[in-house]
């Protein structure tokens, strides 16, 4: 089968998460007590996930660029910084249990980060075995001023809701995790 570029123009104005284009035969999903404008409007949803799926991607790609940090630090750092914000003391041990990392990747990844200076270990207040886990001023300063300020615009999508669509939002997107849990899935489980 032979595309044409007007395909491809389609696929990328249009996207890959549609229902339709991505099940036209319906084999994954039976579609025949579906009406076309509902169709239409589940195909619409999809695609927008998609691409803020897409979108989230590219922001998590250039933040951590733009850092100079890999995914994986990045999500430690974050972490980092949210249990901070809660007064809740990390330890290596909490951070690898985060990430579902073995001990030695995560001291591998604290090195890493302390060579970079955007952590800081020192004794534990409570257990002198550990050592508690501190992002830097600096990089909490930079995460702030820069990727911080971009991801806090989620805010204003979600203010932009009435509370009724807000339930609803809320509502679909927890349901839409519950489908995609791997525990659906023999194939997902590898472990």
């Known amino acids: 089968m032979e595309s044409t570029p007007d395909a491809h123009d389609a696929l990328r104005v249009g996207g890959v998460n549609g229902v339709t284009q991505n099940d036209p035969q319906g084999k994954l ?8 404008q509902d169709l239409e409007e589940i195909s619409s949803l999809m695609q927008a996930l998609g691409h803020l799926r897409e979108m989230e991607k590219v922001v998590a790609e250039a933040s951590a660029k733009y850092m100079g940090l890999n995914e994986t630090d990045m999500r430690a750092l974050r972490y980092i910084m949210v249990c901070e914000n809660q007064n809740t003391v990390v330890t290596a041990r909490d951070i690898s249990k985060f990430l579902s990392v073995s001990a030695a990747s995560t001291t591998k990844l604290l090195d890493r980060l302390e060579h970079g200076g955007h952590i800081a270990r020192q004794p534990h207040p409570s257990d002198r075995r550990a050592l508690q886990i501190n ?3 600096e990089t909490r300063r930079a995460a702030y001023e820069t990727v911080g300020k971009h991801q806090a615009r989620r805010f204003h999508a979600a203010a932009r809701l009435t509370s009724r669509e807000r339930e609803v939002v809320t509502r679909f997107l927890k349901d839409m995790t519950q489908e995609i849990d791997l525990a659906h899935a023999d194939w997902g489980n590898n472990d």
């Open 29 to 36: 999903i039976d579609l025949s007590s579906v009406a076309p």
């Open 135 to 137: 992002v830097t001023p």
